[in-house]
T-cell receptor, first 116, second 113 residues
Framework: DAMVIQNPRYQVTQFGKPVTLSCSQT?????MYWYQQKSSQAPKLLFH???????NEADTPDNFQSRRPNTSFCFLDIRSPGLGDAAMYLC???????????????FGSGTQLSVL | KQEVTQIPAALSVPEGENLVLNCSFT??????LQWFRQDPGKGLTSLLL?????REQTSGRLNASLDKSSGRSTLYIAASQPGDSATYLCAVRRETSGSRLTFGEGTQLTVNP
């Protein structure tokens, strides 16, 4: 049974047209992450939520936003997609506590975004 | 800034062969190191996690080692099978980064029947 679910599996959008990717989890994990992965490259962390606290990476473009309305759901909003934003977007979760260092990350299957 | 490098970028072996994948990182101040598997067009599956205080972890035919002081980790796969074909990525959790991981670009493994 899928524990981290991403929808849709494939998303096609037009240049400049806002798009939202969704992620849900049944693990009740307190941390949720969004990674961007371009072909044959390492996943790159965009931002993560530690409980309700939003943590943005310094080099994440302002074009990328995120919302976490509750523990189970997290959304990635791309306000004005450019051709360079075409990539696989991966959602991940972990159960992390202060002082804990042994938590594993659980990934969804990803959303492949194409920008036309 | 932490950098993670994986060598080789691609590897092709015949079925049944034992093999080693390499991962190196530039900053030894890490909490842990994880090895992931990624099938084409899919998400990542965590294989093994090694704490910074540990030297190795084993799961079935997989064995991961960690030499924190030299900034190196290896993933050993015994008796490889065609089903092992995938991209293998390593990632380190830096001590100052909270929950964040830094990934390598991966090694694409092909096991030929």
């Amino acid at each position: 049974d899928a524990m981290v679910i991403q929808n849709p599996r494939y998303q096609v959008t037009q240049f400049g047209k806002p798009v939202t990717l969704s992620c849900s989890q049944t693990l009740n994990h307190n941390v949720m992450y969004w990674y961007q992965q371009k072909s044959s490259q390492a996943p790159k962390l965009l931002f993560h939520y530690y409980d309700k606290d939003f943590n943005n990476e310094a080099d994440t473009p302002d074009n990328f936003q995120s919302r976490r309305p509750n523990t189970s759901f997290c959304f990635l909003d791309i306000r004005s997609p450019g051709l360079g934003d075409a990539a696989m977007y991966l959602c991940a979760t972990s159960k992390t506590g202060r002082g804990r260092t042994n938590e594993k990350l659980f990934f969804g299957s990803g959303t492949q975004l194409s920008v036309l | 800034k932490q950098e993670v490098t994986q060598i080789p970028a691609a590897l092709s072996v015949p079925e049944g062969e034992n093999l080693v994948l390499n991962c190196s990182f530039t900053d030894s101040a890490i909490y842990n190191l994880q090895w992931f598997r990624q099938d084409p067009g899919k998400g990542l599956t965590s294989l093994l996690l090694i704490q910074s205080s540990q030297r190795e972890q084993t799961s079935g035919r997989l064995n991961a080692s960690l030499d924190k002081s030299s900034g190196r980790s290896t993933l050993y796969i015994a008796a490889s099978q065609p089903g092992d074909s995938a991209t293998y990525l390593c990632a380190v959790r830096r001590e100052t980064s909270g929950s964040r991981l830094t990934f390598g670009e991966g090694t694409q493994l092909t096991v030929n029947p």
